[in-house]
């Protein structure tokens, strides 16, 4: 009798046994699982903000901007670059500085602090229609596109012209930073796509 029931505790623990292995195991594959889904989200909350100026709300991660965004910063970045005049190119220079990525600063500010001598020793003027905007929110860029108009002394000069810009952008520090601003060449009738500013198709 006493053997009997020996082999029959026996029995009982190792079925016992079993079932805890079977809940650990459960319990292992389900805390692997929960840190998987941890790696996969980490560093890609989404946060909402704002631009420069607010019309519409945007999503950004931990290095990319919604397209949104992006075409937002870039009308802001075209009319600080583009909408000037001797009275207000100093000042939207400054802001414009604000927003450029520190390894890019000084080269913006030398192009800009050129354009600034220009249009005061000519008494000049410009100011950009945007028409279209391309977002790549891959690449993090943006082609502008719309009509310049310069003038000298309150004149036109000749008819405002078709003109594109491609504005690349950098999200880091927790703000989306401007990286180059660059015309691109040969732009037609507003058709311009942003695979056309490589090698060569930007202006240097």
Request: aromatic share 6%; charged share 25%; net charge positive.
């Amino acid at each position: 009798m006493d053997f009997e029931r020996h082999q029959n505790d026996l029995r009982v623990q190792r079925k016992t046994n079993r079932a805890l292995g079977a809940i650990v195991a459960l319990l292992s594959v389900c805390q692997l699982l929960s840190l998987a889904v941890i790696v996969s989200i980490l560093g890609s909350e989404r946060t909402v903000i704002v631009p420069p100026s607010i019309d519409r709300t945007f999503w950004v991660t931990r290095d990319k901007a919604s397209r949104e965004y992006l075409e937002e910063m870039a009308g802001f970045v075209a009319w600080l670059m583009l909408d000037v005049s001797p009275s207000t190119v100093d000042w939207k220079r400054n802001v414009l500085l604000n927003w450029v990525l520190p390894d890019q600063h000084a080269a913006m500010k030398t192009k800009m602090d050129l354009e600034a001598d220009r249009l005061r020793s000519n008494n000049a003027s410009t100011s950009f229609l945007i028409q279209q905007l391309t977002a790549d929110e891959k690449e993090q860029s943006v082609v502008i596109t719309g009509r310049l108009r310069r003038q000298i002394n309150g004149a036109d000069i000749g008819e405002p012209e078709t003109r594109a810009y491609l504005a690349q952008f950098k999200y880091t520090g927790g703000r989306v930073h401007i990286q180059t601003f660059k015309e691109i060449r040969n732009a037609q009738n507003g058709q311009v796509r942003v695979g056309a500013a490589d090698s060569g198709a930007v202006a240097r």
